[in-house]
C-alpha cells in the first residue's frame, strides 16, 4: 500500500480482556517498530523486527505483552489482560534500506475501561 | 546511552514572530536527529533530520535546524510563525553505533501554541 495502515483506528475494551492490534508495513519494508504514546507524552519504542524475527523486544512492558511478524509483511501486537495503564496510542512505523527513513501509521487509539 | 531533553514543554508565540523550541541530547556515538511534529487527532510527520552532513538543516514548512555538537543542541527554528504551526514537536535521536536497529528515542514533546 501507499501507507503504513493500522487497525483498528480505535479500540476500547474492558479491563482483563486480551486485544490484538493489526500493523500492515509498505509493502517491501523489512523493518517494522511498534512504539505506545500515552496522553500528553512522547513515544516509547516497544519492539523491532527485521524481517520475521525481533532482534529487540527490550521496550515491551511487562510479558502481557507479545508481537510477531509474518511474510516479512503483517505484525500483531497482542496485550493480554488488559489493564488501564496500557490506555495509549499504539503507532507502528516501518522502513526499507538504512534506518530514519521511517513511515509512521497513524495509530490504534486504545482505551481500556 | 542516548537520551533527549526538551527543555521547554509549552512554547507561546504570536502569528508572525519567531519560534525557538529547544532540544539538548546525549549520544555515545554520532547522533542522528529529527524533528517530528504531530497535530492534533493526525499522525506523526517527519519535518527535518540530521545525518552527519550539513549542521544547518532545512525541514518542511519553513522549519531548520542547526546541530551544534559543543553545545549538544538541536534546537528547532522559524522566522516567523503562521497559525497553522499550532502543533505538538517530538525532538528525536537516533540510536547509532554498530548495532544500529533504527530505533527513535522521543523527546517528550513541546506543544507550541501560536496566537492571532
Known amino acids: 500500500g501507499a501507507g503504513v495502515s493500522q487497525s483498528p483506528s480505535n479500540k476500547v475494551t474492558e479491563k482483563g480482556k486480551d486485544v490484538e492490534l493489526r500493523c500492515d508495513p509498505i509493502?517491501?519494508?523489512?523493518?517494522l517498530y511498534w512504539y505506545r504514546q500515552r496522553l500528553g507524552q512522547g513515544l516509547e519504542f516497544l519492539i523491532y523486527?527485521?524481517?520475521?524475527?525481533?532482534?529487540?523486544k527490550s521496550g515491551l512492558p511487562s510479558d502481557r505483552f507479545s508481537a510477531e511478524r509474518t511474510g516479512e509483511s503483517v505484525s500483531t501486537l497482542t496485550i493480554q489482560r488488559t489493564q488501564q495503564e496500557d490506555s495509549a496510542v499504539y503507532l507502528c512505523?516501518?522502513?526499507?534500506?538504512?534506518?530514519?527513513?521511517?513511515?509512521f501509521g497513524s495509530g490504534t487509539r486504545l482505551t481500556v475501561v | 546511552a542516548q537520551s533527549v531533553t526538551q527543555l521547554d514543554s509549552h512554547v507561546s508565540v504570536s502569528e508572525g514572530t519567531p519560534v525557538l523550541l529547544r532540544c539538548n541530547y546525549s549520544?555515545?556515538?554520532?547522533?542522528?536527529l529529527f524533528w517530528y511534529v504531530q497535530h492534533p487527532n493526525k499522525g506523526l510527520q517527519l519535518l527535518l533530520k540530521?545525518?552527519?552532513?550539513?549542521?544547518l538543516v532545512k525541514g518542511i514548512n519553513g522549519f531548520e535546524a542547526e546541530f551544534k555538537k559543543s553545545e549538544t543542541s538541536f534546537h528547532l527554528t522559524k522566522p516567523s510563525a503562521h497559525m497553522s504551526d499550532a502543533a505538538e514537536y517530538f525532538c528525536?535521536?537516533?540510536?547509532?553505533?554498530?548495532?544500529?536497529?533504527?530505533?527513535?528515542?522521543f523527546g517528550q514533546g513541546t506543544t507550541l501554541q501560536v496566537k492571532p
Open positions: 512505523a516501518s522502513h526499507a534500506t538504512g534506518p530514519y527513513g521511517y513511515t
Open positions: 509493502s517491501g519494508h523489512t523493518a
Open positions: 523486527f527485521q524481517g520475521n524475527s525481533a532482534p529487540d
Open positions: 528525536v535521536v537516533g540510536l547509532g553505533g554498530s548495532s544500529n536497529t533504527g530505533k527513535l528515542i
Open positions: 549520544s555515545s556515538y554520532s547522533p542522528s
Open positions: 540530521y545525518t552527519s552532513a550539513a549542521t
